[in-house]
T-cell receptor, first 114, second 112 residues
Framework: ETGVTQSPTHLIKTRGQQVTLRCSSQ?????VSWYQQALGQGPQFIFQYYREEENGRGNFPPRFSGLQFPNYSSELNVNALELDDSALYLC?????????????FGAGSRLTVL | DQQVKQNSPSLSVQEGRISILNCDYT??????FLWYKKYPAEGPTFLISISSIKDKNEDGRFTVFLNKSAKHLSLHIVPSQPGDSAVYFC???????????FGTGTSLTVIP
């Protein structure tokens, strides 16, 4: 059983640039969620994708956007990067989109914005 | 608005003793709670969960207790082992929700 894989593992960008992070979900999982974990904080929900459509969004501005593909993999795009976007971005997949469906996380993509 | 709180950033315990990690929540709509463990450079991994219809769930050395009236849950690890040293996050969700709310984590160190 293949777990959740994320790429790249680390990247450095400058303010105003754009970034794309990628995630392959665990086999058998049809839902992908993205979380942002700032230093010293717990993961914060960005959004969830189910059947290639956004299925809920947390308190993040529209410059955070995403995609889900037919094979359930996903991308997170962030435009006009700000210093506060520096964080660990975690992708998680699950068998369903709501309630008591355990999230399986990838190791994350560490973004540094200078 | 931190709906799930872990007020102890760190905890040190001797090997073989009990580790107790605490978590408080404010939203009474939450009805499913989980604990995740995170090692450095790895993603969080699921440890144990509990539904709001229960007050205790046990899995080997790990037991989670839920006190709904106090809006409090705790994770007990007995006996603690050095390999348990990690950051532990509690998380909560309601039955029809799509986002988990995480606490800020407790860093557990088990001293050999």
């Amino acid at each position: 059983e293949t777990g959740v894989t994320q790429s790249p593992t680390h990247l450095i960008k400058t303010r105003g640039q754009q970034v794309t992070l990628r995630c392959s979900s665990q086999s058998g999982h049809n839902t992908v969620s993205w979380y942002q974990q700032a230093l010293g904080q717990g993961p914060q929900f960005i959004f969830q994708y189910y059947r290639e459509e956004e299925n809920g969004r947390g308190n993040f501005p529209p410059r955070f956007s995403g995609l889900q593909f037919p094979n359930y993999s996903s991308e997170l795009n962030v435009n006009a990067l700000e210093l506060d976007d520096s964080a660990l971005y975690l992708c998680a997949s699950s068998r369903g989109r709501a309630g008591a469906n355990v999230l399986t996380f990838g190791a994350g993509s560490r973004l540094t914005v200078l | 608005d931190q709906q799930v709180k872990q007020n102890s950033p760190s905890l040190s315990v001797q090997e073989g003793r009990i580790s107790i990690l605490n978590c408080d929540y404010t939203n009474s709509m939450f009805d499913y709670f989980l604990w995740y463990k995170k090692y450095p450079a790895e993603g969080p991994t699921f440890l144990i969960s509990i539904s709001s219809i229960k007050d205790k769930n046990e899995d080997g050395r790990f037991t989670v207790f839920l006190n709904k009236s106090a809006k409090h849950l705790s994770l007990h690890i007995v006996p603690s082992q050095p390999g348990d040293s990690a950051v532990y996050f509690c998380a909560a969700i309601w039955n029809t929700g799509n986002q988990f709310y995480f606490g800020t984590g407790t860093s557990l160190t088990v001293i050999p």
